[in-house]
């Protein structure tokens, strides 16, 4: 009986804890028509990889941002370049060069974000490495995941439309 009165206290603390969580935001993220054209050309399987790892990356990094608590983000992928050939890229050239072709890549992102309160925001996000002296990446999507990384920065600091 000793025992269950000395952790009593906690679990009460560890139950209201867990009553007053916030809800972190939630995430959609959806194919925009012109990159769901250009899909085949980069490779169904991986753009779809990406509107995955957007996701992650925006649901990580803002689960802690209290202003944007109990809001909902719909954003569309509207374009995506990788810095190197993808696989279906490869395919469809074989003169490419998986480590020795590169190129500009990076993202852009457009959407909403539907606040706690009601309020909307219009999200307009995009970035691209601005020559190819500036491509440093050494996977097929760093460009693309700095862009993602750079607009989950922007939201959760109150930005929502930086060009």
């Known amino acids: 009986m000793r025992k269950l009165a000395f952790f009593a206290p906690f679990a009460a603390t560890i139950a209201f804890a867990g009553i007053a969580a916030a809800e972190p935001a939630t995430v959609n993220v959806t194919i925009g028509h012109e990159l769901q054209r250009d899909a085949e050309n980069l490779g169904a399987r991986e753009v779809q990889e990406q509107v995955d790892r957007l996701t992650w990356v925006l ?3 803002l689960a ?3 202003e944007l608590e109990g809001a909902r983000i719909d954003l569309v992928l509207t374009d995506l370049k990788p810095n190197r050939p993808t696989m ?3 395919v469809k050239r074989p003169g490419l060069d998986p ?3 590169r190129s500009i890549g990076g993202a852009a992102v457009e959407g909403t974000v539907v606040l706690a309160d009601g ?3 219009p999200v307009r996000y995009d970035w691209f490495s601005p020559s190819l002296a500036d491509v440093q990446g050494s996977t097929t999507w760093t460009d693309a995941d700095r862009a993602y990384e750079r ?3 922007n939201l959760a600091n109150g ?3 930086v060009r």
Do not use: F
């Open 59 to 61: 649901q990580s990094r």
């Open 159 to 161: 930005r929502y439309t």
């Open 99 to 101: 480590l020795r072709s």
């Open 64 to 66: 802690d941002s209290a």
């Open 88 to 90: 279906e890229q490869l």
């Open 119 to 121: 309020s909307t925001r």
């Open 151 to 153: 607009l989950a920065r």
